[in-house]
């Protein structure tokens, strides 16, 4: 009795797994929770969060519902025990719907096509019939022939009344839907194994600082096993407007002490070391580094002599091949003008940075002025020098989305094993024909009985040429 009641329970527990309606509560329960996800942003400072659920539901509510979600894992859900729970139990699911239902695919698949009755082929949803005048053995080979053209290898099986060519193809695409199951199931190992063994943070990282870590989960530090620095940054913004257009890293990795890569990456073309990726993802100011940058300057004389120049706010420098010297001494990180022409600094961002240089020579007259990095025309000195002001070096970090995901080339194999099994699935049909030649009392036929377990338009169109063909041979025989 206990073995039969346990028996009992196994086979309700593999009825529930083996259901579909299973499985639409399990992808529902995925799909809104991920929902509420997308909403929340993972693995950030709990103010960004705060301020979303304040807009959506109230500055009253938000401290309790951030705690709410926060207790229950919302804010690192793709890592949460609950949401890999929901994907082992979406993948029990597929499995065991599949184990379910496969002996019956795969007896279909592997059972070879038989001769039919004329009673049987009748009863058929796809059939044709072209009447003809003499022997069926006089139209073997011309049936034969136009069962080929339409793409089929006929077999032949002779009858009490006459032939029957029977074929098929197309068996193996029964299993298209087994195929799209398997490949959500190597997507969901890929997902799972880049959960547990990657991770996705990021890093503020400043001109001229190197860093071995990378920073997760409200600040927790991730180990690279390398280094990497930023040696330079640059944005270029779209005319006179401060909105960025482009921005670009200058990035060197060492490790063991030794310089082994470096790039330039932007938003679309990130660098990638030892599985590790960086993209480019934003940038700022460091706080108070204001008197810390180096100024860049290329300087040039009216006659051709240049020469590149790095110094600091109340640095000098010298026109090459000349006495003339100029000191800086002012700068704005975000330089404009009022209506009456004072200059004024509008943000504390590096948008528009500009250096105000004291010109000074023994044989000509001193003069001043503001030249501005954006605005090349400021840079022509009267006397047909030129000052260049190349960067502001050493103020501004590169904001770099650091990822590891062990996991994705696995992904990427289920994503092109699930477009073959779609394929499959909506394009690709088991197809299978019988045309019987009968001859009975005087009167002679040839019957086309057909079936197809999806696309069966497409199919009928296949069956009316073959009809066609077949009718024309008739005529041919005449």
């Not at 190197?210 to 913004?237: H, I, Q, W």
């Not at 240049?306 to 002012?330: D, L, M, Y």
Request: aromatic share 12%.
């Amino acid at each position: 009795m206990g073995k039969e009641k346990n028996n009992s329970f196994i086979d309700r527990v593999w009825d529930l797994f083996a259901s579909v309606k299973f499985a639409v509560v399990i992808f529902s329960v995925i799909a809104l929770t991920s929902m509420v996800g997308t909403v929340v942003e993972q693995n950030v400072e709990p103010e960004k969060n705060l301020t979303v659920l304040a807009k959506l539901f109230g500055e009253s509510a938000a401290p309790t519902l951030y705690s709410i979600l926060d207790k229950l894992g919302f804010m690192n859900m793709y890592h949460s025990w609950w949401f890999v729970t929901f994907l082992l139990l979406f993948a029990m699911n597929l499995i065991i719907c599949s184990l379910d239902r496969l002996p019956r695919i795969l007896k279909l698949v592997r059972e070879p096509i038989r001769p039919l009755s004329e009673e049987h082929i009748e009863k058929m949803s796809i059939r044709r019939s072209v009447p003809f005048k003499g022997k069926p053995s006089a139209l073997r080979d011309e049936v034969a022939s136009a069962i080929r053209k339409i793409g089929f290898r006929p077999s032949e099986s002779e009858t009490e009344k006459g032939l029957q060519f029977y074929a098929e193809k197309g068996s193996f695409t029964r299993l298209g839907v087994y195929i799209t199951h398997l490949s959500i199931l190597i997507i969901l190992v890929g997902a799972i194994i880049g959960l547990y063994f990657g991770f996705n943070a990021y890093l503020n990282l400043p001109e001229g600082q190197t860093t071995s870590v990378a920073y997760k989960d409200r600040g927790a530090e991730v180990p690279l096993g390398f280094e990497v620095r930023c040696d330079n940054f640059e944005v270029d913004y779209y005319g006179a407007s401060d909105m960025p257009k482009a921005y670009k890293s200058w990035l060197t990795v060492f490790k063991n002490g030794k310089e082994v890569m470096n790039k330039v990456i932007t938003v679309n073309d990130p660098l990638t070391y030892e599985g590790i990726t960086f993209y480019q993802s934003s940038f700022g100011t460091v706080p108070d580094s204001m008197d810390r940058g180096v100024v860049v300057l290329t300087v040039a004389s009216r006659d051709g002599k240049s020469e590149q120049v790095n110094t600091r706010v109340g640095g000098a420098f010298t026109i090459p091949g000349t006495s003339e010297t100029g000191k800086i001494t002012n700068f704005s990180p975000a330089l404009s003008f009022d209506q009456a022409g004072r200059p004024y600094t509008y943000d504390q961002n590096l948008l528009n940075p500009a250096i105000f240089v004291e010109f000074s020579s023994p044989a000509g007259k001193p003069f001043s002025g503001w030249i501005l990095q954006r605005y090349p025309q400021t840079w022509n000195l009267p006397d047909g020098g030129r000052v260049e002001f190349r960067s502001f070096w050493g103020v501004q970090y590169t904001g770099l989305q650091v990822r590891k995901d062990p996991g994705v080339l696995i992904v990427y194999l289920g994503c092109i094993i699930m477009a073959i099994g779609l394929y499959i699935t909506f394009f690709m049909s088991h197809r299978r024909l019988w045309v019987s030649l009968a001859e009975e009392k005087g009167t002679a036929r040839i019957l086309i009985g057909a079936s197809a377990n999806r696309n069966r338009a497409s199919f009928e169109k296949d069956i009316e040429k073959l009809a066609g063909l077949l009718g024309e041979s008739r005529k041919g025989g005449n």
